[in-house]
Each structure stands twice: as structure tokens, then as C-alpha cells.
């Protein structure tokens, strides 16, 4: 995947102005009439930004591009309103949506000048505001004053944003290869998922209304108190109306599918040929940063971060008295779970890797995780948004499912679970979900508070996510933890010819090869950190998430600054010293120590072959915002001097020297 994203990440850097042309029509669209409805321009933006950020495009160029997009977007529609007047409302697009229309005339009439400023912030109304104050008849000067000055703060609002989640990502572990591939795989698929549960929540609306029409009048004209019903339901001026229709689309259109995948994974001996190719792209695409993004993200689904999330639910409910809602609620939770043990006892499918699981759950379909929180997290979507306008509902849903498709995606990244598993406890999460929400609209629950119930719910959720995530990461690291497959060879082998096998170099994220690896060490690295630290040599922990925190404070020494995470072939070092270098203030030299697939076995000794790298660091800042440490090559005198260190150690014996694109590397083993 690398192979395909990389060469467009490439062009782009190379070639900006397509990128730039790109934001342009994406800042105009989304200010035209009733075009910006459905313009994702906010996702979009921001992704701009983080590719700002993390060096592929330039600040200042995406910032202009946002801004003229955005400005001449709303002056183009605040020409349509005045050439066309009251008209306007009369031509397409804006005849079929007469309520939106009347809704951002309410707006201005409210707002006034400041509704054009205001309203490109307020989702819906943003599309038609331009149109109607230009039908009003305001002040050219005027709106142009407004226009621009929006514009523009409207521009950073969104491009900063991603600016500093592009520089996070870069500081946090060299972004320019398979990480931002998993990320951008990940943001595409989120933005995908909030913008069609948007479009669900809110855009179907419009033709649904129609439909109703036509079918409560065709129910109307029948004869019995059944058929009464039916049409005083669905009728358009039923409030409740489209969300029981949609509901119930949901529940035939999932109950299909479900069956589907449920044949699929009972009628094959062997997964799919899809879930296997996804498997192996995402094994692939794996590297340590995601891989603790996405442990993190996996998580937060997990049983007791979810029970804590239902309780939080239920509790609230039965505060609140909604006992009905409760009940429902509860029987909706627990038929999930039922459905997650029957299907993976019955189906008994392996897992794409072997977890440490136990019972039921040592079973691959469907997944738990999507499952629950589907079930979950849609029950809180039904109960919040039940009262909500149809842009309140919409941000909910999106909201939640976003979240959703967060932990579902980390489950196939992990290797946790096949695609079809997770897409089965999604399908039938959003099922439950559905026939939930039939209830509710049905039979609406007390008031409960809803935006009360929505922050109480996503409070527990966090807190409980955080304390699980702190106790027990370590443990959940190690589970999900790329297997390290190992080539056992005699020791004489590796020395005569297989040390050949290894690389010469690191290989960061984007495949391209940085500095030579100045020896290969077989053998315990307890032993070859102890003499390192009789020679002034200090061992620096192990490199995770929170060690980027002191990067955050510009003005830190490279004293506090933990040594840069980088990668080789998407690892970690396995050992990392550092210790003041010589010549040079404010340096430091860096040994990372990467472990391979190789390893020496003679008679009863095993002995792991790593690699061994010599760098210098010094710092270096970004945008004033943050300190980190700037990789160096090591110099000449910093290589010899690291190999009289070998050379003289205790319990350590060169074996050979070779020459490798032009540098000296030596093959090192320890012996008692």
C-alpha cells in the first residue's frame, strides 16, 4: 500500500499547486449554495493541514488557497441572491429545501451583519446564508468587509488545527511512510463513516418525506384500524415518522447482510480470499508508533471500558426514571453479548493471530469489540439525539460512529479479527441499534436530560478508558505485539556468509535507507549494555508515547529530551545509550541496538543477532513550538572511538571486519 499512497505523497510535495488547486475547490464548494451541505470540507481542510505540518505542502500557500476558496465561494452565492432575489427560492436547488431556507432567514433575521461571520460556523445554515443576505438586499462594502475577515479566521480555524496534529505526528516518529499511511487509511475511513451517517441523519430527509406522503395516503384510503395507524405514523407531519422508516430500513437492509456473513463464515472451511488480502495488508502496514496508537484505540473497546460506558447509560436512565428505556436499553446490551458467545461457539473460527484469549473469546466471529460498541455506543446515539434537530442528530451519530469505526479499524490492524468478523459485529450492532431506536420513536422515554446523558456517558467512557489503558497497556502490548519469526544458523554460517542477509542500513518508515549499522552483535544485551556504562555510556528507556511530552516545551535542553524514536523497518531499538559527544556542545552520540530475524544456535546456546547504529543528535526546533532532538551521522572519531570500546570490553570478541558500501562493519558475539 505503501508502494501506491507514497508516490501521490511524492507528487504533491513535488508538484503543490495540484494540492493547492484541490483546497481551493474544496473551500469554494463548500461556501456555494446548498453545494456546501455536502462538500466534507472540514476533514478535508484539516488533512490539508496535517500534511502542512508534516512537511509535504507549505503554510502559507494552503492558507491562501482556504481563504480565496472560502471568499469567493459565499460572494458567488451573495451574487446569485441579488441577482435573482425572492426567486431564488423558486430555482433548484433551494426549492427542495424550503425548511433550511426558511431556517437561515430566520437566521439573519436574528443575526443581522453578524450572521454571515457567525453562520459559516453553524453547520446547515452555512450553504444558504451568503444567498439570503444578498436577497435581503444587504451592502456590498459591507459583505465584502465580513466575507474576508470570516474568511480568513474561518481558514486557520480549520488549517491550524491539522498543522499541529502534522508537526505531533512528526516529532512523535519520523511521518513520512507506513504511519502516515495506517493514519491516513484510518482518517479516510472516519471522515467516509461521518460524512454517510450525516447524510443518513439529515440529507435523506427531504425524499423520505415524499415517500411518507405517498404511503400514509395509500394507508389512509384502506379500510380498518390497523391500516389508521400505520398511516398516522408515517405520515410526513408525524415528527417521529422518517427516523421509524429509516429505522426499519436499517433493521431489513443489516438482517440481510448479517445472514450473509453468517453463511459465508459457516459454509467455507478457509476465510475469504478479501479477509486474508486485508490481513496481509495490514500486516504489512505495521509499525511501532501505530501499533501503540492502535493498542490505545483497541483498548478503549474493551469489556470494562464498555461496561463502565452501558452502566453510565443505564444509570442515568433509571435516575431520570425513563424505566421503559432502561429496560430496553439493558435487553438490547445483553442480546448483543447472547449473539457474540452463540456465533463464536457455533462458528469456531481462528483468529488471523494467536491471542492470549481464553474461552468463547479465543474465537475469531464476530467481533466483540464491534459489536459492543456498535450496540453501545447506538443506543447512546438513539437516546441523545431523540429531541435533536436533524444537524443535532446528525453531529451525534457522526460523533458516535466515528468512534465505532476507530475501534473496529484497530481490530484488524492488530490482526485481532478477520474483516468479515468485524463487519458482522458492526452489521448486527447497528441492528440492535436500529430496533432500539424503533422503540424509542415509538414510544418516547421520559425527559432525560439527553445533552446530560451524552456528556455523563462519553465522561465515564474517557475515564474509564484512561485507567485501563494506564494499568494495563504493558500487558496489552505484549498481546498484540508483531511476532518476531526467528532463523536459527550455526554460528560459522552467520560469519562466513549469512551476516550478508542483514542490511547495511536502517530502513525508516518510507523505505528509505539512513544511516550504516557499524557492527552485529549476537548475543545477551544485558552483557553489551554493562560494558557500554563502564564506559560512560548511559542506558536510555525504552521509547513510548508519554517520553514526547518534554518535546512540547521549546525551550528544553537536549539534556531532557528523550533520544528520537527512530525506526527500523518499522521496530523500535531494543536498546538505546547515549552519552555527551565529544567536540561539539549541546550533542550528544546515540547507540540503537535493532533485534532481526537472525539468530545463532551452537549445541545448547542461542544467541540473537542485533544491529548496532552510531549517530549524533542535537536539537532543533518547529515553528517555535516544540524542542526535539535532529539526527546527525556519526563522525569518524566517533566510530573508532565506539569500536575500541568493543574491542577492549570484557565477555565480548570481534569475530570478523567486513566492508559494506564503503564502511567497516564488524560482527561482534558475546562469550562467557
Given at each position: 500500500?505503501?508502494?501506491y499512497?507514497?508516490?501521490?505523497?511524492?507528487?504533491?510535495?513535488?508538484?503543490?499547486?495540484?494540492?493547492?488547486v484541490?483546497?481551493f475547490?474544496?473551500?469554494l464548494?463548500?461556501a456555494?449554495?446548498?453545494?456546501g451541505?455536502?462538500?466534507?470540507?472540514?476533514?478535508i481542510l484539516?488533512g490539508?493541514g496535517?500534511?502542512v505540518?508534516?512537511?509535504?505542502?507549505?503554510?502559507?500557500?494552503v492558507?491562501i488557497?482556504?481563504?480565496?476558496g472560502?471568499?469567493v465561494?459565499?460572494q458567488?452565492s451573495?451574487?446569485?441572491?441579488?441577482?435573482f432575489?425572492?426567486?431564488?427560492?423558486?430555482l433548484?436547488p433551494?426549492?427542495?429545501?424550503p425548511?433550511?431556507?426558511?431556517?437561515?432567514?430566520?437566521?439573519?433575521?436574528?443575526?443581522?451583519?453578524k450572521?454571515?461571520?457567525?453562520?459559516?460556523?453553524?453547520?446547515?445554515?452555512?450553504?444558504?446564508?451568503?444567498?439570503?443576505?444578498?436577497m435581503?438586499?444587504m451592502?456590498?462594502?459591507?459583505?465584502?468587509?465580513?466575507?474576508?475577515?470570516s474568511?480568513i479566521?474561518?481558514s486557520?480555524?480549520?488549517?491550524?488545527?491539522?498543522?499541529?496534529?502534522?508537526?505531533?505526528?512528526?516529532?512523535?516518529?519520523?511521518?513520512?511512510?507506513?504511519?502516515?499511511?495506517?493514519?491516513?487509511?484510518l482518517?479516510?475511513?472516519l471522515?467516509?463513516?461521518?460524512?454517510?451517517i450525516?447524510?443518513?441523519?439529515?440529507?435523506?430527509s427531504?425524499?423520505l418525506n415524499?415517500l411518507?406522503g405517498?404511503v400514509?395516503?395509500w394507508a389512509?384510503?384502506k379500510?380498518?384500524?390497523s391500516?389508521q395507524?400505520?398511516?398516522?405514523?408515517?405520515?410526513?407531519?408525524n415528527?417521529?415518522?422518517v427516523?421509524?422508516?429509516?429505522f426499519?430500513a436499517i433493521?431489513f437492509?443489516?438482517?440481510?447482510a448479517?445472514i450473509n456473513?453468517a453463511?459465508?463464515?459457516?459454509?467455507?472451511?478457509?476465510?475469504?480470499n478479501i479477509?486474508v488480502?486485508?490481513a496481509?495488508?495490514?500486516?504489512?502496514?505495521?509499525?511501532?508508533?501505530a501499533d501503540?496508537?492502535?493498542?490505545v484505540?483497541t483498548?478503549?473497546?474493551?469489556?470494562m471500558?464498555?461496561?463502565?460506558?452501558a452502566?453510565?447509560?443505564?444509570?442515568?436512565?433509571v435516575?431520570?426514571?425513563?424505566?421503559r428505556a432502561?429496560?430496553?436499553?439493558?435487553?438490547?446490551i445483553?442480546?448483543?453479548?447472547?449473539?457474540?458467545?452463540?456465533m463464536?461457539?457455533?462458528?469456531?473460527r481462528?483468529?488471523p493471530?494467536e491471542?492470549s484469549?481464553s474461552g468463547?473469546?479465543i474465537?475469531?466471529f464476530p467481533?466483540?469489540?464491534?459489536?459492543m460498541?456498535?450496540?453501545?455506543f447506538?443506543?447512546?446515539?438513539?437516546l441523545?439525539s431523540?429531541?435533536?434537530g436533524r444537524?443535532?442528530?446528525a453531529v451525534v451519530?457522526a460523533?458516535?460512529a466515528i468512534?465505532?469505526v476507530?475501534i473496529a479499524?484497530s481490530?484488524?490492524?492488530?490482526?485481532a479479527?478477520?474483516l468479515?468478523?468485524?463487519l458482522?459485529?458492526?452489521?448486527?450492532?447497528?441492528?440492535?441499534m436500529?430496533?432500539?431506536?424503533?422503540?424509542i420513536e415509538?414510544?418516547?422515554p421520559?425527559?432525560?436530560?439527553p445533552?446530560?446523558?451524552?456528556?455523563?456517558a462519553?465522561?465515564?467512557?474517557?475515564?474509564?478508558?484512561v485507567?485501563?489503558?494506564a494499568?494495563?497497556?504493558?500487558?496489552?502490548?505484549?498481546?498484540?505485539?508483531?511476532?518476531?519469526?526467528q532463523?536459527?544458523?550455526p554460528?560459522?554460517q552467520?560469519?562466513e556468509?549469512d551476516?550478508?542477509k542483514?542490511?547495511?542500513r536502517?530502513?525508516?518508515?518510507?523505505?528509505?535507507p539512513?544511516?550504516?549499522?557499524?557492527?552485529?552483535?549476537?548475543?545477551?544485551?544485558?552483557?553489551?549494555?554493562g560494558?557500554?556504562?563502564a564506559?560512560?555510556?548511559?542506558?536510555?528507556?525504552v521509547?513510548?508515547w508519554?517520553?514526547s511530552?518534554p518535546?512540547?516545551?521549546?525551550?528544553?535542553?537536549?539534556?531532557?529530551?528523550?533520544?528520537?524514536?527512530?525506526?527500523h523497518e518499522?521496530?523500535?531499538?531494543?536498546l538505546?545509550?547515549?552519552?555527551?559527544?565529544s567536540g561539539e556542545?549541546d550533542?550528544r552520540?546515540v547507540i540503537?541496538?535493532?533485534?532481526?530475524?537472525?539468530a545463532?544456535?551452537e549445541?545448547?546456546?542461542y544467541k540473537?543477532?542485533y544491529l548496532?547504529?552510531?549517530?549524533?543528535?542535537?536539537?532543533?526546533?518547529?515553528f517555535?513550538?516544540?524542542?526535539?532532538p535532529?539526527?546527525?551521522p556519526?563522525s569518524?572519531a566517533?566510530?573508532?572511538?565506539?569500536?575500541?570500546?568493543?574491542?577492549?570490553?570484557?565477555g565480548?570478541?570481534?569475530?570478523?571486519e567486513?566492508?559494506?558500501?564503503?564502511?567497516?562493519q564488524?560482527?561482534?558475539?558475546?562469550?562467557?
Amino acid at each position: 500500500m505503501l508502494d501506491y499512497i507514497q508516490p501521490y505523497l511524492d507528487y504533491f510535495t513535488a508538484n503543490p499547486e495540484w494540492a493547492l488547486v484541490i483546497i481551493f475547490l474544496i473551500a469554494l464548494g463548500e461556501a456555494l449554495l446548498i453545494i456546501g451541505l455536502f462538500v466534507p470540507s472540514t476533514a478535508i481542510l484539516v488533512g490539508a493541514g496535517v500534511l502542512v505540518g508534516t512537511g509535504h505542502l507549505h503554510f502559507w500557500p494552503v492558507i491562501i488557497a482556504t481563504c480565496l476558496g472560502c471568499i469567493v465561494g459565499d460572494q458567488l452565492s451573495y451574487w446569485a441572491g441579488r441577482m435573482f432575489g425572492e426567486r431564488l427560492k423558486t430555482l433548484w436547488p433551494l426549492n427542495r429545501y424550503p425548511q433550511l431556507v426558511a431556517k437561515g432567514e430566520d437566521f439573519v433575521r436574528v443575526h443581522g451583519g453578524k450572521s454571515i461571520a457567525i453562520g459559516r460556523f453553524v453547520p446547515g445554515v452555512k450553504s444558504v446564508v451568503p444567498g439570503i443576505v444578498g436577497m435581503f438586499g444587504m451592502n456590498q462594502l459591507f459583505f465584502v468587509f465580513v466575507n474576508v475577515t470570516s474568511g480568513i479566521f474561518w481558514s486557520f480555524a480549520h488549517v491550524v488545527p491539522g498543522v499541529l496534529i502534522g508537526q505531533g505526528l512528526a516529532f512523535a516518529g519520523e511521518l513520512s511512510g507506513r504511519l502516515l499511511v495506517v493514519l491516513l487509511v484510518l482518517l479516510v475511513i472516519l471522515t467516509v463513516a461521518g460524512f454517510v451517517i450525516r447524510l443518513a441523519a439529515a440529507g435523506v430527509s427531504p425524499f423520505l418525506n415524499h415517500l411518507l406522503g405517498r404511503v400514509s395516503d395509500w394507508a389512509r384510503a384502506k379500510r380498518g384500524r390497523s391500516w389508521q395507524r400505520f398511516a398516522r405514523a408515517v405520515a410526513p407531519d408525524n415528527p417521529r415518522s422518517v427516523m421509524i422508516v429509516l429505522f426499519a430500513a436499517i433493521i431489513f437492509t443489516g438482517l440481510i447482510a448479517l445472514i450473509n456473513l453468517a453463511i459465508r463464515a459457516t459454509s467455507t472451511s478457509a476465510v475469504s480470499n478479501i479477509d486474508v488480502s486485508i490481513a496481509t495488508l495490514m500486516r504489512e502496514s505495521r509499525n511501532a508508533p501505530a501499533d501503540e496508537l492502535m493498542t490505545v484505540i483497541t483498548m478503549m473497546g474493551d469489556t470494562m471500558v464498555m461496561s463502565a460506558l452501558a452502566l453510565a447509560i443505564l444509570g442515568w436512565l433509571v435516575w431520570h426514571r425513563a424505566y421503559r428505556a432502561a429496560w430496553a436499553a439493558g435487553i438490547a446490551i445483553v442480546a448483543a453479548k447472547f449473539f457474540e458467545l452463540v456465533m463464536k461457539l457455533g462458528i469456531q473460527r481462528a483468529r488471523p493471530t494467536e491471542l492470549s484469549y481464553s474461552g468463547a473469546s479465543i474465537f475469531s466471529f464476530p467481533s466483540g469489540h464491534a459489536t459492543m460498541a456498535a450496540v453501545i455506543f447506538g443506543i447512546l446515539a438513539v437516546l441523545v439525539s431523540h429531541s435533536m434537530g436533524r444537524w443535532g442528530r446528525a453531529v451525534v451519530y457522526a460523533i458516535c460512529a466515528i468512534l465505532v469505526v476507530a475501534i473496529a479499524y484497530s481490530r484488524v490492524y492488530l490482526g485481532a479479527h478477520w474483516l468479515s468478523d468485524v463487519l458482522a459485529g458492526l452489521t448486527f450492532g447497528v441492528v440492535m441499534m436500529a430496533a432500539f431506536g424503533v422503540a424509542i420513536e415509538a414510544i418516547p422515554p421520559r425527559r432525560i436530560k439527553p445533552l446530560g446523558l451524552f456528556a455523563t456517558a462519553l465522561t465515564a467512557f474517557l475515564a474509564a478508558g484512561v485507567f485501563h489503558v494506564a494499568s494495563g497497556f504493558t500487558r496489552a502490548s505484549e498481546m498484540y505485539a508483531m511476532p518476531e519469526p526467528q532463523i536459527l544458523v550455526p554460528v560459522a554460517q552467520w560469519v562466513e556468509k549469512d551476516w550478508e542477509k542483514l542490511p547495511a542500513r536502517r530502513i525508516d518508515l518510507a523505505g528509505k535507507p539512513e544511516e550504516t549499522f557499524i557492527a552485529q552483535f549476537a548475543g545477551n544485551l544485558d552483557q553489551l549494555a554493562g560494558q557500554l556504562e563502564a564506559n560512560g555510556w548511559t542506558v536510555s528507556p525504552v521509547w513510548t508515547w508519554r517520553q514526547s511530552l518534554p518535546y512540547l516545551n521549546p525551550n528544553a535542553m537536549l539534556t531532557d529530551l528523550a533520544p528520537r524514536p527512530a525506526l527500523h523497518e518499522g521496530l523500535k531499538a531494543k536498546l538505546t545509550l547515549i552519552r555527551a559527544a565529544s567536540g561539539e556542545s549541546d550533542a550528544r552520540e546515540v547507540i540503537r541496538i535493532y533485534k532481526t530475524g537472525l539468530a545463532t544456535a551452537e549445541e545448547s546456546t542461542y544467541k540473537p543477532i542485533y544491529l548496532v547504529s552510531l549517530t549524533r543528535e542535537v536539537r532543533t526546533h518547529g515553528f517555535d513550538l516544540y524542542a526535539m532532538p535532529s539526527q546527525r551521522p556519526a563522525s569518524d572519531a566517533d566510530v573508532a572511538a565506539l569500536r575500541e570500546v568493543l574491542a577492549r570490553a570484557q565477555g565480548i570478541a570481534i569475530l570478523s571486519e567486513h566492508e559494506r558500501s564503503g564502511t567497516r562493519q564488524d560482527l561482534i558475539t558475546a562469550i562467557p
